[in-house]
């Protein structure tokens, strides 16, 4: 059996968190900032977690996470 190809645009986007969980970056940060709070904008900067239905289609996406 070969082996399998990872989705290469879902591993530059996803990492795995030490106990198992998928990490994932906020969205809404890249323009339009200046009407976003300075709060909103420094919480978005932290990574956030995938929701858990989308758990199994990332892990598909990313057989070697």
Not at 9 to 33: C, M, P, V, Y
């Amino acid at each position: 059996m070969p082996k399998m190809k990872t989705k290469r645009g879902a591993a530059k986007r996803f990492k795995a968190t030490g106990s198992g969980k998928i990490r994932r970056a906020k969205a809404f940060t890249s323009h339009i900032l200046t009407k976003k709070s300075t709060k909103q904008k420094r919480n978005l900067r932290k990574a956030g977690l995938i929701a858990d239905v989308d758990v199994k289609a990332v892990k598909r996406m990313l057989p070697y996470l």
